[in-house]
């Protein structure tokens, strides 16, 4: 115990050698009020309160945050929402500080949750006039009954090739699981998508899984890449099986994920560009070798 708290004074000593000693800076919150989906299965996965600081640091600036329930219905660190850490450094020279956390979503319909983040302490500068955020926590499941089911049916999808030449029209069909099955509101079946490329290509299925944002107005079908969705018939080479990977115009990749974002009308709906910048790709695996069918650099949807 005595190594620990020699261990934790010099580790204090060393902060406070370097901070900041120039007079009248402050630090404030950047926004009052934040309002996020609990459920981000197809969204950041991570989220910020950001601090600003006003004036100029010659060394670091240390702020520490108080978290608390806030309103009727309050939010509880750990259970509903998760803080990576209350106590962030800001090097000098620098304006913004930003404290990571993330929702912990549930299955339950349930009132919007919100917590109140305060500026607790602040070590080589002072407290600005806005020293508090609160976070609401907007509740999904009461959306789902209303959009999951309204999401199924018939859609026409705008496929574009990734090399610029071709535009492919491809009709399929959402289907939704009945309520009561463990995979109402989570997930659906793409059937038919994408388009078979032949006669000699079964009907694809694909899997997704399914989230609502009430705070982007916008519903998420996710779909894991690296799944098989169908079945190629070759002449020659015999039966091959028909997988989705995300690709480039010349490489592919086992796994990943493409999300497709439609809006809560109900009739549009769009690919999202991927974040290493790959391509959605249809792959052939037979015995002898695999053979990339089409790769799509993007996709609208309408019906």
């Known amino acids: 115990m005595a190594l620990g708290a020699l261990a934790f004074t010099a580790c204090s000593d060393d902060d406070k050698a370097g901070l900041n000693t120039a007079a009248g800076v402050t630090v404030s919150m950047a926004e009052s009020t934040i309002r996020i989906s609990e459920d981000q299965l197809s969204n950041t996965t991570f989220n910020y309160i950001t601090v600003d600081v006003d004036g100029e640091a010659n060394g670091d600036i240390y702020v520490t945050l108080d978290l608390a329930p806030y309103g009727e219905h309050g939010a509880t660190a750990d259970k509903n929402y998760i803080m990576t850490s209350q ?29 109140e983040a305060k500026i607790a302490k602040v070590e080589g500068a002072s407290v600005g006039a806005d020293a508090s955020t609160v976070v609401t926590l907007v509740d999904n499941e009461g959306l789902i009954p209303i959009y999951y089911p309204g999401l199924g ?37 793409l059937v038919g998508f994408p388009e078979p490329a032949s006669t000699m290509m079964s009907q694809n299925n694909v899997a997704a899984s399914f989230s609502v944002d009430g705070v982007e107005q916008a519903i998420y079908l996710t779909v894991e890449m690296g799944q098989q969705v169908g079945t190629f018939t070759h002449p020659t080479y015999g039966v091959g099986k028909v997988f ?37 790709g249809i792959l052939i695996s037979f015995s002898a070798g695999m053979m990339l069918y089409e790769g799509y650099t993007a996709m609208e949807f309408s019906r």
């Open 153 to 189: 049916g018939l859609w026409s999808a705008a496929m574009y090739s990734n090399d610029g030449q071709n535009v492919y029209q491809n009709d399929f069909q959402i289907q939704c699981y009945p309520e009561g099955d463990d995979n109402y509101g989570k997930a659906v079946k």
């Open 87 to 115: 106590r962030i450094r800001i090097p000098a020279g620098e304006k913004t500080g930003r404290f990571q956390y993330y929702p912990v979503g549930d299955n339950i319909i349930n009132d919007d949750r919100s917590f």
């Open 244 to 280: 989705i990977y995300p690709c480039s115009s010349t490489s592919y990749w086992s796994t990943g994920t493409f999300t497709f974002k439609f809006n809560f009308d109900l009739k549009s709906g769009e690919m999202l560009p991927d974040d290493q910048d790959r391509d959605f």
